[in-house]
């Protein structure tokens, strides 16, 4: 809890002369008077150990078994009290590494970071299945909460896209070692997001390259979309914005194909549309 900061009056208050110095705190202000502290202090005792008992209640009593811990864990997930079940399933894990259940509690440990909120934390207990565990029945499941929590951390485009690349990687990792799991069509949804984020964020800097009259560097981010992110919807802004960029710095052959490719392959495109009216205008072929 932050501790209320003293306002700052230039020096303490002064004692009117009708009060006693005994009712009085070293600021200058009068205390309570002992009628109205009695009740006051009653309330403060009774919120304090309110709150020890409620601090005690999440988390799993010490003198419990594992089945214990862990049945605890569970009931406090089912209820929907994340923050309790993260603790219960954590002390299980602790306790008893080598469980039948530790596969379970460790998913579950990752359910409940995440629907508190905590994604990073969830991120790292779902790594810790599906990348110790890759032959548990739950690893794939794992590894879609990985790409899930990081998903959920990705920021906003004018930021850094590392949450972003690792929920791509981690959707990209269940394809590759499950392409069987029932999740699959799940991650591949999530992975095309990401990939289709991290390709507008390549266009983004390249753009800012390309009015900076930096073209070379533009040329590289655009290219960097073309080849990593094929799919992505940005590719026929990316392909007019490189055909401008070739013009600039005189690559007349490169800027040629680019628009070949362009007016071609997305002909029905408003970024197709818009360099065959200019280009036209222009006298281009």
Request: aromatic residues 10%; proline residues 6%.
């Amino acid at each position: 809890m932050r501790r209320a900061h003293p306002r700052e009056s230039g020096g303490a208050a002064r004692a009117s002369a009708d009060e006693p110095p005994s009712v009085r705190s070293a600021r200058g202000r009068p205390f309570p008077s002992r009628s109205v502290r009695r009740p006051l202090l009653a309330l403060l005792a009774a919120l304090t150990v309110g709150a020890a008992v409620a601090c005690g209640a999440a988390n799993p009593p010490g003198q419990l078994s594992p089945e214990g811990k862990y049945q605890w864990a569970r009931e406090r997930y089912a209820a929907g009290d994340a923050g309790a079940a993260a603790k219960g399933f954590k002390a299980f894990l602790l306790a008893s590494p080598l469980d039948p259940r530790a596969d379970s509690a460790q998913f579950l440990l990752g359910q409940s970071y995440f629907q508190d909120g905590k994604y990073e934390q969830a991120a790292d207990a779902f790594d810790r299945l599906g990348t110790n565990r890759p032959t548990s029945e739950l690893a794939d499941d794992a590894l879609l909460g990985v790409c899930r929590s990081y998903w959920r951390l990705s920021p906003e485009l004018a930021l850094a896209q590392d949450y972003t690349h690792q929920a791509e990687d981690a959707c990209g990792r269940l394809l590759q070692y499950y392409p069987d799991s029932p999740l699959s069509d799940s991650a591949q949804a999530l992975q095309e997001e990401a990939r289709d984020k991290l390709a507008a964020k390549a266009y983004r800097v390249g753009e800012w390259y390309y009015r900076q009259g930096i073209y070379e560097s533009a040329n590289v981010y655009f290219q960097m979309v073309l080849n990593d992110y094929p799919k992505a919807p940005i590719v026929p802004d990316v392909l007019a914005s490189l055909y401008h960029s070739y013009r600039k710095i005189g690559f007349d052959s490169e800027a040629s194909d680019v628009r070949h490719r362009l007016l071609t392959e997305y002909a029905d495109t408003r970024a197709a549309r818009r360099l065959r009216d200019e280009t036209s205008d222009q006298g281009a072929d």
